[in-house]
């Protein structure tokens, strides 16, 4: 693409840009005239309460809803991965595959094996699907999507369904694997604390709309201990309209309620990973 | 730790050492001790072999039952003194194939079937590939053939022969028109059935229509498909019992209309058996179909 031209000064065209996208279930406004852009490398966090369209945002950028209402603009790019909170590989193929899935050329398999080796599943590309543990399950997934070598990252809570500690490591993967294939990234997370490892930018949806957009400029290794870090979480929950004190009570009373808040613990702990 | 990385990205945070384990320990654990891991492992596979013995035995330990029984009551005269005993049978069956009219009504009644069969599933399969794939097309043939399939198809037989005669033509047909309705139901169901999410997911893996038919949705049915497949042999063996009852001189069904002319039981039972085996063989070969094309279903395999 015509990104390279210019230097870290000028802005590069963006990989995304979306003005006033709406779209409607029966009448019932989920996006509401929303506007986002996403520059090429960049890496999105978008999070919001649970039903306040992120899904359907994302299916729209994805190319699988078919029905958006309406929009001003809306471009993204041509070569677009998705991931989603249950890895959907096809059970009925192996391994190896389900990352070809789709690709084109003589040199697909090879490339689906580099890929797999990337998430650190070589070995197992003659394994069927069911024979995976879930964080496995996603790494194919993420595989899948990067073989692609996609200009566009969609991932929806890619790492919802696993437990705290194989979500740490697919952090520490997924943030290496981008630095190397560089694509746009928009992930959806419910948990606050990921968005602020993972991302450059944190946009928060509300009412369908686009309620704040922050960058996060938290230094290097993003631990939870310092500051800013803390400063950028409180305002982050306050805008999901969480009370942020009630976050950092050290042990969470019930960690049925799964809110971003019972996330403080663990991530605590396990920044020194 | 993670910044000294270089070039290879494996995850630091390392799960895959755990895939890594899985294989190479396994010989490296049989290095160790030889002589005592072969003794256990050799102990093992005798008891293994000896519980599949047992389990096999079981499997068929019914069937000699039900033998036995038959041969038990014949012989005692439980079953009153029309029912061959198996002994009888198995003689009456020997003398049949020994003259040569066994292998020829056999013959005759398997390209009955074979017949119906060759055009009556891939028309079932092509109908319900065709609903299920395209809306339009379940709209316009969906209701026509729901109609059909509420009438019991055998009561056409006599329609038939007067359509089509006598001859092979009306038998094929009544045996062509049965199967169509299971596979047709069946293999829209299935399509019907297959997991919208992973459709999705592979479309946008840049799939075509054709590639998203080929690779996800026929596979994605097949386990129905096969279900089908079953019933539509089962209901062909069952309309060539009746295809065969009336007006002809050949084939296992005549065999034993004859046979119940002159009161010969014992002919009337090598029918009843050919049936059932024809029955289990064909239910056999798809379950090996099953077994081969299902395999990446979980705990099919090894178990
Ligand atoms: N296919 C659909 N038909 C009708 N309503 C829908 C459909 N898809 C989504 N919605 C509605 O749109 C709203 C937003 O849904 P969406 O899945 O985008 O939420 P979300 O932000 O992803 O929530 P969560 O965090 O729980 O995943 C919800 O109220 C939902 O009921
Ligand atoms: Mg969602």
């Known amino acids: 693409m015509a990104t390279h031209s210019g230097g870290l000064t000028t802005a590069p065209a963006p990989a995304v840009r979306i003005t006033s996208l709406v779209r409607e279930f029966a009448g019932r406004r989920v996006l509401d005239e929303l506007d986002l852009s996403i520059a090429p490398d960049e890496f999105v966090a978008l999070i919001g309460r649970s039903g306040s369209g992120k899904s359907t945002l994302l299916r729209v950028l994805g190319g699988i809803d078919h029905e958006v209402t309406g929009y001003e603009e809306l471009t993204a790019p041509e070569n677009v991965s998705v991931v989603f909170q249950d890895a959907r590989l096809l059970p009925w193929k192996r391994v190896l595959d389900n990352v070809a899935l789709g690709l084109p050329g003589s040199d697909a398999e090879a490339r689906a094996r580099t890929a797999l080796a990337e998430v650190g599943l070589a070995g197992r590309e003659n394994a069927w699907p069911v024979e995976l543990s879930g964080g496995e399950q996603q790494r194919v997934a993420l595989a899948r999507s990067l073989v692609r070598d996609p200009e566009l990252l969609l991932a929806d809570e890619p790492f919802g369904a696993l437990d705290a500690l194989t979500r740490l490591r697919m952090h520490t993967l997924l943030k290496q694997l981008c630095a190397r294939h560089r694509p746009a990234v928009l992930l959806v997370t419910h948990d606050v604390d990921e968005a602020i490892a993972l991302a450059d930018r944190v946009v928060v949806l509300d009412h369908g709309r686009i309620a704040a957009d922050l960058r996060v400029d938290v230094p290097a290794p993003r631990s939870p201990g310092t500051a800013r870090y803390a400063a950028l979480r409180d305002e982050l929950l306050t805008l999901l309209g969480l009370d942020p004190t009630a976050g950092t009570v050290p042990e969470p009373a019930d960690p049925g309620a799964s809110q971003p808040t019972d996330t403080t613990p663990k991530n605590a702990k396990g920044s020194d990973l | 730790?993670?910044?000294?990385?270089?070039?290879?990205?494996?995850?630091?945070?390392?799960?895959?050492?755990?895939?890594?384990?899985?294989?190479?320990?396994?010989?490296?654990?049989?290095?160790?001790?030889?002589?005592?891991?072969?003794?256990?492992?050799?102990?093992?596979?005798?008891?293994?072999?000896?519980?599949?013995?047992?389990?096999?035995?079981?499997?068929?330990?019914?069937?000699?039952?039900?033998?036995?029984?038959?041969?038990?009551?014949?012989?005692?005269?439980?079953?009153?003194?029309?029912?061959?005993?198996?002994?009888?049978?198995?003689?009456?069956?020997?003398?049949?194939?020994?003259?040569?009219?066994?292998?020829?009504?056999?013959?005759?009644?398997?390209?009955?079937?074979?017949?119906?069969?060759?055009?009556?599933?891939?028309?079932?399969?092509?109908?319900?590939?065709?609903?299920?794939?395209?809306?339009?097309?379940?709209?316009?043939?969906?209701?026509?053939?729901?109609?059909?399939?509420?009438?019991?198809?055998?009561?056409?037989?006599?329609?038939?022969?007067?359509?089509?005669?006598?001859?092979?033509?009306?038998?094929?047909?009544?045996?062509?028109?049965?199967?169509?309705?299971?596979?047709?139901?069946?293999?829209?169901?299935?399509?019907?059935?297959?997991?919208?999410?992973?459709?999705?997911?592979?479309?946008?893996?840049?799939?075509?229509?054709?590639?998203?038919?080929?690779?996800?949705?026929?596979?994605?049915?097949?386990?129905?498909?096969?279900?089908?497949?079953?019933?539509?042999?089962?209901?062909?063996?069952?309309?060539l019992v009746v295809a065969e009852q009336t007006a002809t001189t050949s084939g296992i069904g005549y065999l034993m209309t004859d046979a119940r002319e002159f009161l010969r039981t014992d002919v009337m039972f090598v029918v009843l058996v050919t049936y059932a085996l024809l029955g289990v063989l064909s239910d056999l070969l798809v379950r090996l179909v099953e077994r081969r094309a299902l395999a990446w279903r979980r705990g099919y395999t090894g178990r």
């Open chain 2, 1 to 239: 730790m993670t910044q000294s990385t270089a070039p290879p990205l494996v995850a630091p945070g390392d799960p895959p050492p755990t895939d890594a384990d899985a294989s190479p320990p396994a010989p490296a654990s049989t290095e160790r001790s030889p002589g005592r891991s072969t003794a256990r492992s050799a102990r093992r596979s005798l008891a293994g072999a000896a519980l599949a013995a047992a389990l096999r035995l079981r499997r068929v330990s019914g069937l000699i039952a039900v033998l036995l029984l038959w041969w038990l009551g014949s012989g005692q005269g439980w079953l009153g003194s029309t029912t061959p005993s198996p002994g009888s049978v198995w003689s009456a069956a020997v003398e049949l194939v020994r003259s040569g009219e066994y292998t020829h009504h056999l013959g005759v009644s398997l390209e009955r079937v074979g017949k119906g069969l060759a055009i009556g599933i891939p028309l079932g399969i092509a109908l319900g590939l065709a609903a299920g794939l395209t809306r339009a097309v379940e709209d316009v043939i969906d209701a026509p053939i729901q109609a059909f399939r509420m009438l019991p198809h055998l009561a056409l037989a006599p329609v038939f022969i007067i359509w089509f005669g006598i001859g092979e033509t009306s038998k094929t047909m009544l045996i062509l028109i049965g199967p169509i309705f299971p596979l047709y139901i069946n293999v829209l169901h299935g399509i019907r059935g297959v997991d919208n999410r992973l459709v999705e997911a592979a479309r946008s893996c840049g799939l075509s229509r054709w590639g998203l038919t080929r690779r996800v949705i026929l596979p994605g049915a097949l386990p129905q498909i096969l279900v089908g497949l079953r019933q539509a042999l089962g209901i062909g063996w069952l309309t």
